[in-house]
C-alpha cells in the first residue's frame, strides 16, 4: 500500500471510529465544560484512541510518522536544489546532508506506548487531537507529559491571530 493511501486510510479509519453513533467509546468524567478543541465536541480523540486495538494504534502512528519523514525529506530537497545547481559538473553529491530524516524511523511502537499512556495518565487531557499530541512528542525538542498537560491547561487556544 502506497504512503498516501495508508494516509487517507488512517484518516478515514478515524473519521468511522469516531461517528457519534459509535458507543463503545468509554466516557469518562469532565472537570470542564466545552473543549478546547472545536473538532472534539462530539467524542474525544483521546477517548477514540483507547477504544482502539494496539495494532491499529501502532498503524495509525507509523503512517504519521511515515508522513512526516516524507515531509521532511521533501522539505529537505527543496532547500538542498539551489545547493546542487551550485555543484561544480563532476563533483561528487554530498550525502547527510539531511540527516534528520530517519531520527523517527521504526519508532511507531514507542510513540503509540507514549500517546497511550499520556491519554492514560491525563483522562481531563483526551480532548488534545491525536495529532497535536504526536506533534509535541515528536518535535525536534519533543515535550514532556508534563509540558504538554500544563501547556494546553494553562494556555489558551487561539484559532486565528485576530484571538490574541
Not at 15 to 30: D, G, H, I, K, L
Amino acid at each position: 500500500m502506497k504512503i498516501v493511501e495508508k494516509l487517507v486510510f488512517a484518516l478515514l479509519l478515524l473519521t468511522v471510529v469516531s461517528n457519534p453513533m459509535n458507543t463503545s467509546a468509554q466516557a469518562v468524567p469532565r472537570k470542564r465544560v466545552g473543549t478546547r478543541f472545536p473538532a472534539s465536541r462530539v467524542n474525544f480523540q483521546g477517548d477514540i484512541w483507547l477504544t482502539w486495538l494496539n495494532p491499529i494504534r501502532v498503524w495509525f502512528v507509523e503512517s504519521a510518522l511515515i508522513g512526516y519523514e516524507v515531509g521532511y525529506g521533501d522539505g529537505c530537497a527543496d532547500a538542498m536544489a539551489p545547493m546542487e545547481r551550485m555543484r561544480p559538473h563532476g563533483r561528487q553529491k554530498e550525502n547527510g546532508l539531511c540527516p534528520n530524516r530517519l531520527r523517527l524511523h521504526h519508532k511507531a511502537v514507542e510513540y503509540t506506548i507514549q500517546v497511550n499512556d499520556f491519554y492514560t495518565k491525563y483522562p481531563e487531557d483526551r480532548d488534545i487531537p491525536i495529532a497535536f499530541l504526536l506533534a509535541d512528542l515528536i518535535a525536534a525538542k519533543p515535550k514532556t507529559f508534563e509540558e504538554i498537560h500544563r501547556f494546553y491547561i494553562h494556555e489558551p487556544i487561539h484559532w486565528f491571530p485576530s484571538q490574541k
